[in-house]
């Protein structure tokens, strides 16, 4: 499985210091199984680590059961939204901590750092909420070579774009689409010229207006919407954090930019971006990794899509996101493998396991074996809108290109 940094790492101290302890550590009966969670709960990603908390509650009796007779123990730990922090914390939990497991999710710069740790460290790893491109493309990787150590359970770049043309087709435009992507891990791979956005929308009859790529936490938009009204954009695609969106979106009504579909990556995952928006984000559109009216139940704690957001609102009094369901099906996933795994604390025992997965889940069942993409279980993403009714802004599923059957409510209606 290719070279272990953290067993020779460890095996040399061991030599230099007590050589009569080659033989390795004794781990007293009962002591817990360690997972190493990497999630951005401070920073412009903070939404994705919001339901951690959260769901830890809910799965509080599947990790005192544990595995093998141990409990699991979650090791929960801040990327701060900042990619190079998520990967010392990775180091740090691989290395420092002895970790069994690492899981994580947060978009690619929160991914991508952190599975490069464990291919670094010997180290296996699950995570999801990031497209499979920059995973694998991003990491000089193809779909057929694959890695060692990290596995992903998500979406990918196509179902993004399968569900925005789905969304789109229901309204009559020009098919001009301004792309509108910031100069990072995400940014990049959707504005990528072989496998992003670019080619598929040529493909599939639109015309492309990319604007280039903007320097991340941008404040002014000016030249894009300009280049995007010269041009006469009627629909814009990008993927942004909140507080770049919040920027374009008021510029391009100061600026009379009146697209007639926005469907935005990222930014719109949250209710609290609408409300912050106001009146003119009715009809803002995204791509839905996770939805309280999903068919699917967890086989770990017996949950379904619409208890857990229920209870969600209950405990917290804040509306669902999509962050519940997306890290509700990795804290799922990883209790499934420790579970299966022969020897929790054996890493090789583990990528057994993974490889072996076929967890039901909030988002579906999780089947790495069901790919043709090496390390990589796909599961379904959909399109939706924003819709504001009563001073509440509620998402409805009005596009559906995947083959689960997870019910489409209506429609695409053009920006108000």
Same mark, same amino acid.
């Given at each position: 499985?290719?070279?272990?940094?953290?067993?020779?790492?460890?095996?040399?101290?061991?030599?230099?210091?007590?050589?009569?302890?080659?033989?390795?550590?004794?781990?007293?009966?009962?002591?817990?199984?360690?997972?190493?969670?990497?999630?951005?709960?401070?920073?412009?990603?903070?939404?994705?680590?919001?339901?951690?908390?959260?769901?830890?509650?809910?799965?509080?009796?599947?990790?005192?059961?544990?595995?093998?007779?141990?409990?699991?123990?979650?090791?929960?730990?801040?990327?701060?939204?900042?990619?190079?922090?998520?990967?010392?914390?990775?180091?740090?939990?691989?290395?420092?901590?002895?970790?069994?497991?690492?899981?994580?999710?947060?978009?690619?710069?929160?991914?991508?750092?952190?599975?490069?740790?464990?291919?670094?460290?010997?180290?296996?790893?699950?995570?999801?909420?990031?497209?499979?491109?920059?995973?694998?493309?991003?990491?000089?990787?193809?779909?057929?070579?694959?890695?060692?150590?990290?596995?992903?359970?998500?979406?990918?770049?196509?179902?993004?774009?399968?569900?925005?043309?789905?969304?789109?087709?229901?309204?009559?435009?020009?098919?001009?689409?301004?792309?509108?992507?910031?100069?990072?891990?995400?940014?990049?791979?959707?504005?990528?010229?072989?496998?992003?956005?670019?080619?598929?929308?040529?493909?599939?009859?639109?015309?492309?207006?990319?604007?280039?790529?903007?320097?991340?936490?941008?404040?002014?938009?000016?030249?894009?919407?300009?280049?995007?009204?010269?041009?006469?954009?009627?629909?814009?695609?990008?993927?942004?954090?909140?507080?770049?969106?919040?920027?374009?979106?008021?510029?391009?009504?100061?600026?009379?930019?009146?697209?007639?579909?926005?469907?935005?990556?990222?930014?719109?995952?949250?209710?609290?971006?609408?409300?912050?928006?106001?009146?003119?984000?009715?009809?803002?559109?995204?791509?839905?990794?996770?939805?309280?009216?999903?068919?699917?139940?967890?086989?770990?704690?017996?949950?379904? $899509?619409?208890?857990?957001?229920?209870?969600?609102?209950?405990?917290? @009094?804040? !509306? &669902?996101? =999509? +962050?519940? %369901?997306?890290?509700?099906?990795?804290?799922?996933?990883?209790?499934?493998?420790?579970?299966?795994?022969?020897?929790?604390?054996?890493?090789?025992?583990?990528?057994?396991?993974?490889?072996?997965?076929?967890?039901?889940?909030?988002?579906?069942?999780?089947?790495?074996?069901? $790919?043709?993409?090496?390390?990589?279980?796909?599961?379904?993403?959909? @399109?939706? !809108? &924003?819709? =504001? +009714?009563? %001073?509440?802004?509620?998402?409805?599923?009005?596009?559906?290109?995947?083959?689960?059957?997870?019910?489409?409510?209506?429609?695409?209606?053009?920006?108000?």
């Amino acid at each position: 499985m290719g070279f272990n940094r953290r067993r020779f790492l460890k095996a040399t101290a061991l030599a230099v210091a007590a050589p009569a302890l080659i033989k390795g550590p004794a781990f007293a009966a009962g002591e817990p199984i360690r997972v190493g969670f990497v999630t951005p709960q401070t920073g412009p990603l903070a939404f994705f680590g919001e339901p951690d908390r959260f769901l830890l509650q809910r799965f509080k009796s599947a990790l005192e059961q544990g595995a093998n007779g141990r409990p699991i123990e979650i090791l929960i730990k801040d990327s701060q939204s900042n990619p190079s922090r998520a990967s010392e914390l990775a180091n740090q939990l691989a290395l420092k901590d002895e970790v069994s497991l690492l899981i994580t999710a947060g978009g690619p710069d929160t991914v991508v750092p952190v599975a490069d740790q464990a291919e670094l460290n010997g180290i296996p790893m699950i995570g999801t909420a990031c497209p499979w491109q920059p995973f694998v493309f991003g990491r000089n990787s193809t779909p057929d070579k694959g890695f060692d150590w990290g596995y992903l359970f998500a979406f990918g770049l196509e179902d993004v774009i399968a569900a925005y043309i789905g969304l789109w087709g229901t309204i009559e435009t020009n098919k001009k689409v301004g792309l509108l992507f910031p100069n990072d891990a995400d940014g990049n791979a959707w504005g990528d010229a072989k496998f992003g956005f670019p080619p598929a929308l040529t493909q599939g009859g639109y015309t492309v207006v990319d604007t280039g790529r903007y320097t991340p936490m941008a404040e002014d938009f000016t030249a894009q919407i300009t280049k995007m009204k010269s041009e006469g954009v009627d629909i814009v695609a990008a993927t942004m954090i909140p507080p770049e969106f919040f920027a374009f979106w008021s510029q391009a009504k100061q600026q009379g930019f009146q697209p007639k579909i926005a469907s935005i990556g990222k930014a719109l995952l949250l209710p609290t971006t609408l409300e912050a928006i106001g009146p003119t984000a009715d009809g803002l559109s995204t791509e839905v990794a996770w939805h309280p009216s999903y068919p699917f139940r967890s086989a770990t704690t017996g949950d379904t $899509s619409s208890s857990v957001a229920a209870e969600w609102q209950k405990a917290t @009094g804040r !509306q &669902w996101t =999509q +962050a519940v %369901g997306l890290k509700h099906a990795l804290l799922d996933v990883a209790v499934d493998v420790l579970k299966r795994a022969s020897d929790p604390r054996d890493a090789g025992s583990v990528i057994e396991a993974i490889k072996a997965t076929r967890a039901d889940t909030l988002l579906g069942t999780v089947d790495w074996s069901a $790919s043709g993409i090496k390390n990589v279980a796909k599961v379904p993403i959909v @399109g939706g !809108q &924003w819709r =504001q +009714a009563g %001073g509440k802004f509620d998402i409805a599923i009005c596009a559906n290109p995947t083959g689960a059957a997870i019910p489409v409510a209506d429609k695409l209606r053009p920006v108000a």
